[in-house]
Structures are given as C-alpha cells and as structure tokens.
C-alpha cells in the first residue's frame, strides 16, 4: 500500500493511503489528517488489510499522534479492523453513526471509546481545526456520513465517487488533463458501482443540492481516485444525472 | 510480546527516521558550504578541500545506507500487525474451547484451528525477528558510515586548524559539520538501543 500527500498548508496535512497488496478484499484507500501533531484516520479499513493499512500510515504520521478514527458507516471494509487500532492505540476516540453503534460493537474491542454522531450531523476538532460531519443518509448505507475540512476544502466522501479500478492504480483522476477525457475514462469504472450499491435517487438529490454549497477542492472517495479542481463539479454532474438503485428500477 | 513495547518501537522507528533524513540533509548541506569556501580560496585551502570532498561523498553514502532504513521497518511492522491480527484470532478460538469445555463439550476442528493459528503465530515471530535482525544490521552499516564520518570531521578540524592564517572561517564550518554528524549519531545509537531491546524481548519469545 502507498501513501501519498492530498493537501499541505504549515502543519495542516491530508494523505491518502492507497492501491493495497491484498486483492480478495475491495481494494479501499483510507485518508489521514493532520493537524499541529493530531491526526485522525478516516474509514480506517477492514481486518484483512490492517497491518498494511498500519504500515503505510506510519510513512506519513507517528501513531501515537493518532486521537480519533472516522467511520463513515458499519461496513466490514471500513471498520472490522476497529479492535486492532484499539489494540494498538486506546486513545483513538471512534466516531461512528449513532445509528450503527450496536452493531460496530460486533467488530470486538467493546470498550473502545465510541462517539455517536446524530442523524443531523455535527462537527469535531482535531489539533485545533474543525471537521464537519455531514450526512449521507442512503448513500449507500442507512446511517451515514462524509468528513468536510473547509480549511483544506477536502470532502471526503465515502463511498460516493467510488471507482472499481485495477491493481496499481493511481491516487488522482488525472489532474493534467483539462479535457475532461480522463474524467470520462475513468467515470466509466464508478458508473456500476453507484447505479448497484446507491439506493436512492431522492438521496442523491439531497445530498447533491447540500453539497455542491460547499468549496471542494478534493473530493476523495473510500474507493478508487481522488477527483480534484474541475473534476469535482464534473462529478457532481455526472452523479446528479444518473440513475440510482437499479436492482429495483430494472 | 507486549503490543505497547511494539509501538514504542514504531514511533521510535518514526522519530529516528525523520530525524535521520533531517540531519542527512544538513550534512549534505555543510558538505556543499564547504565545497564552496574551498573553491573561493583556491590553492591556499586544497588540503581542506580534500576534507569537503571526503565529506560529501560520505553524506552521499550515509544517504544511501539511511534510504534502506525504510524498506526494511515497513515488512517489521507489518509482521507485527499480522501477529496481533492472529492473536486475535487465537483469543476467539480460545474463548469458544472454553466456553464448549463448560458445557463438557469437545470440538477436534475447533482445537485444530487453535494450533494452526499458534503455528502461524510462532512462524511469524520468527519472521519477524529476522527482520528485525536486518534492520539492526542496517542500523550498524549506518554506524560505521558515521563513524567514518567523524573521523573526516575531526580531520577538517586539524586542516583548518592549519590553515587558520587564510582568514577562511574553516574552525566554524568544521564545527558546524561535526554538530550535524553528532545529531544523527546520536539518533542512530538511541533508535538502536530500542531495537536492541525489541531484539532481547523477541528472542525470549522463540
């Protein structure tokens, strides 16, 4: 797995952990904040990929600076690896949808310290800087959410942007190309994956009409690429035209 | 083996490289200054030139030896983590033998999968100690890259003891490129003191 830097402004950083070595698993990046020595980590990865997540993160930042984890929602790919962190570091504080907090618990380490978010959201700090918590209700999963740093102007977006790309893959859509080719190439890789696993078009809506209010510089999904500069607004187009929950509407 | 020790080491392992690859670059830094005072003074300072370039090219070398720290912490931890993933595992298969036994119940594939998952734990101990003898090993080579480096240092300062009548301000630059191969020296021989206590720890676990 490799580690790469999103953002730098003094001691505010962002990475992306990415391409991981095992292939049985859903290939998932996970993302690293930083901020005046704390870091976060977000959707920190399932229990297969742990010790190459934990490797690759500790390329970027010292563990112990680790005070809290994100978890966008309950799936194994995103937090069954939750006792392991805990194993390794007990301050991390978890913060998890209030709506899944019984069932993360079945991941193990029941007395790891979890912080529900509500259903309306909420915002934390981290190293003096504030995170926000916005809801992404059904986008896929009933209870959910996306991290918004508007001083680095990054969203991460959980599975929203996600792409089913090969082995070796790069961290970007490619940031060069103006054209918008690259965009169109590699959209074609996210196209199943939102049409299969986002249920909701009333959802999508929502979550389109709230989001495109904020400034995003890089909107960095749980899987695939990141896309940055004119690729974000092209997401949104893009997501916004689509049609949702296929298994029904076919 | 305690997983806070292990982390102790993992930040350890953090703090040494970045302090490493920091006091690397001011080596090479000090190296180029004194390249370039060298060429400013022409003939009156060749001996002291020689001094620069013996200096740089070891920076260049400790560079070399400092790049393959990285390659070989990654596998260590990684290594580790598997153990804790595995010792997980085993916790689970322990409870439910223990649970089943109350209930005077015995499972043969239940105790088959216990064993496999110490066997696998014993193996990766081992694995991971021989990485871990590696890394000490190219903590060592780094060692020797400094303490030749020093040995250079400590003749710039007889150079420039020599060629004081110049005016060039070699006693300072001397000074400054010792304090730099101190630094590193100093966080090489902590980091490996650590891993020597890793080393001790894992050796009685084998």
Redesign the interface.
């Known amino acids: 797995m490799k580690a790469a830097p999103i953002f730098e402004a003094g001691n505010h950083r962002w990475w992306i952990l990415y391409d991981q070595d095992e292939h049985r698993v859903i290939d998932s990046n996970v993302y690293v904040m930083e901020s005046n020595g704390q870091s976060i980590i977000l959707d920190p990865g399932g229990f297969e990929v742990f010790p190459q997540v934990f490797a690759a993160l500790v390329e970027v930042v010292p563990p112990n600076s680790l005070k809290a984890a994100f978890v966008s929602h309950q799936d194994p790919d995103i937090a069954s690896s939750l006792p392991l962190w805990h194993a390794c570091n007990e301050q991390i504080q978890w913060h998890i949808p209030k709506l899944w907090d019984g069932f993360i618990r079945h991941y193990g380490a029941l007395e790891a310290p979890l912080q529900d978010i509500p259903d309306e959201g909420g915002d934390m700090l981290i190293g003096g800087r504030r995170l926000e918590f916005i809801p992404a209700h059904y986008l896929h999963s009933s209870g959910n959410f996306h991290l918004y740093d508007p001083e680095a102007k990054v969203l991460f977006s959980g599975d929203v942007g996600a792409a089913l790309l090969p082995p070796g893959h790069g961290a970007w859509v490619d940031r060069r190309d103006k054209s918008g080719r690259a965009f169109e190439e590699h959209i074609t890789k996210a196209k199943y994956f939102h049409e299969r696993w986002m249920p909701s078009n009333a959802a999508k809506k929502d979550w389109i009409n709230r989001v495109c209010k904020l400034e995003i510089d890089y909107l960095c999904p749980q899987h695939g690429a990141i896309y940055s500069g004119d690729n974000v607004q092209r997401f949104f187009e893009w997501f916004d035209g689509l049609n949702v929950g296929t298994a029904i509407n076919e | 083996m305690d997983?806070q020790q292990i982390?102790q080491v993992?930040?350890a392992?953090?703090?040494a490289r970045q302090s490493i690859e920091k006091s690397l670059r001011e080596i090479d830094r000090r190296a180029l200054n004194a390249m370039v005072l060298v060429k400013r003074h022409g003939n009156a300072l060749a001996g002291y030139g020689v001094v620069a370039q013996a200096f740089r090219e070891r920076a260049a070398s400790l560079k070399e030896s400092a790049s393959h720290l990285?390659g070989t912490?990654?596998?260590l931890?990684?290594?580790r983590?598997?153990i804790?993933?595995h010792q997980?595992v085993a916790a689970s298969f322990s409870t439910m033998a223990q649970s089943m036994a109350r209930l005077g119940l015995d499972c043969a594939p239940l105790k088959n999968s216990q064993a496999q998952s110490q066997k696998f734990i014993a193996q990766e101990e081992t694995e991971a100690r021989g990485i871990l003898l590696r890394l000490i090993a190219t903590v060592d080579t780094l060692q020797e890259g400094i303490e030749e480096q020093e040995y250079v240092v400590t003749n710039g300062r007889i150079e420039a003891a020599l060629a004081e009548d110049t005016g060039a301000p070699l006693v300072r630059v001397s000074r400054d490129m010792g304090e730099a191969v101190r630094t590193v020296s100093n966080a090489i021989r902590t980091y490996r003191h650590q891993l020597e206590s890793l080393e001790h720890e894992s050796s009685t676990y084998i």
């Open positions: 997983i982390m993992v930040d392992s953090f703090a990285q912490i990654a596998p931890i990684q290594a983590m598997r804790l993933q997980r």
